[in-house]
């Protein structure tokens, strides 16, 4: 959520600040705004709304300059408006920030006794005018931002300018990721490295508690103690064109049809025609899964349901004990560390607060090791990890993840995979067996995309519904589960998942005619339990859509039924059903959306990546 671009060159900068943050714009936001130095004097302009929205006020009052930054706010404190909007300034001072200031009211008390007037209802009001009271007593910014962070508490992703210092941007992270773009005779500074690719590849990711001076040859950096350090820097692999549509009309659709590609670069040097790989975890994976005795995965949202899934996987082939927690939950609550335990974070961005901050737990609770699966190299969750698997989904704009989820389930199976050979809990025949099914998957998902228009027809018959259920048994119950989320997520339609057992439990109670019932009905060892469920369903005229394969029999069961459709499905091993399965239910909740009106690439109140709690 929120996005921050600057640039310190000798050519005008606005372009390129303006450019970054139409690249964050899938991120989420409401207000977004620029501040440049120009002749000595510092000008900002701000708007509420779309970057094109700020961008047509630049373009109406032109605003060169060489030094800059810029904001695109998903409001926290305060209601979204211009008075809101990022950049704030304090006399010669400017300053944009993603995160919260805990402690803002306290601050506020203290400024406002010192004599400085507020003009918004933000937290990082109060930090603009921290950093111009400070800086009365340094010798520098950068001294006087090193002061400010002392007297913080909160998370912070911050760059700031001073007109008396037109040369430079002061740049400090503490909870909420910054990265430092390296360019000729120029540099710039990111809180996502996408915002940065039309001008640079090579990237420094500052550390939790780094402080930076950014010019235009040089780029400082000092820890949380204030001593000078090197950070390595990266080229970057992420393409440029990442943030185009390539000739769809959203990135949600784009990034669906960019799923078997994904797969296959998930899998690409991780497994071989019959073996799986562990070093693809990292160099110590072997000797550590030969011990591991216990996972315990924490993950937020779409990635929640990814590891609720892989605790199937796991007890079922690697036999191994499980427990998937929401990392805001986890982080709150006191546990109990089993022996030997190995924890999995999950994250598309390797920067969500949350399960961020419960791995910084775990490593004060006694955790064998820690494991992260994420989409993002460079990340503080890859860094802070002791080990890492980088799922190559390359970058996903939409903020309803796709491709990210797929791949998440993929690397789920390639680590269950690797436990179970390296605990000799899966022997040969059923490792070339997941091996097998594994290599099937880009096939079986371009055979689900095919099925795009007849996903669109149905999607018609959602269009004025307010309501809808969605069903599955075992695996597949996370995959409802994911089937809702996206529905809800870009369509706005209220929608619930259950594990079919639990309909009589209190659900079938909002069975009618107009409620529409999605049931995920693969052919396995649960599917005569779920058609009694159905059944039940049907006994109270519930509209009724069931994604099944041929073998269940529902086609011909069901061929005259009133109130019911059939979506047929390929056949496949029961192994892969709930990364398939997970193709339809995305282009349902997209098509449902797209008649709906709404913003499918950036639905109302939702950000790509949430880096507060």
Known sequence: MCGIVGAVAQRDVVEILLEGLRRLEYRGYDSAGVAVIQNGKLCRVRSVGKVSELADKINNNPLPGSVGIAHTRWATHGKPSEKNAHPHVSGTIAIVHNGIIENYLELKDKLVAAGYEFTSDTDTEAMAHLINYNRRSSASLLEAVQKTVSELRGAYGTAVIDSECPDEIVVARCGSPLVIGIGIGENFVASDQLALLPVTNKFVFLEEGDIAKITRRKVEIYDAEGNSVVRDSVISDVENDAADKNGFTHFMLKEIYEQPDAVLKTIESRITKSHFVPEAFGVRARELFEKVEHIQIVACGTSYHAGLVSR???????????????????RYRKSVTHPNTLLVTLSQSGETADTLEALR???????????????????????ESDLCFMTRAGAEIGVASTKAFITQLVALLLMVGSIGICRKTIDESMEVHLIKAIYTLPGKIRELLEMDRKIAELAVRFQKKSSCLFLGRGVEWPIAMEGALKLKEISYIHAEAYAAGELKHGPIALIDENMPVI?????????????????????RNGEIYIFADKLAGFEDALSDAKNCHIVTMPQMDDVISPVVYTIPLQLLAYHVAVLKGTDVDQPRNLAKSVTVE
């Open 519 to 539: 049931i995920v009905a693969p052919t396995n060892d649960l599917l005569e339990k779920l058609k009694s469920n159905i059944e039940s369903v049907r006994a």
């Open 361 to 383: 737990l775990s490593k004060k609770q006694g955790y064998m090791a820690s494991l992260t699966i994420c989409n993002v190299s460079g990340s503080s969750l890859v860094r």
């Open 312 to 330: 199937y996987w796991l007890e079922e082939y690697a036999g191994i004990s499980c427990n998937v927690e929401i990392a805001s939950e986890y």
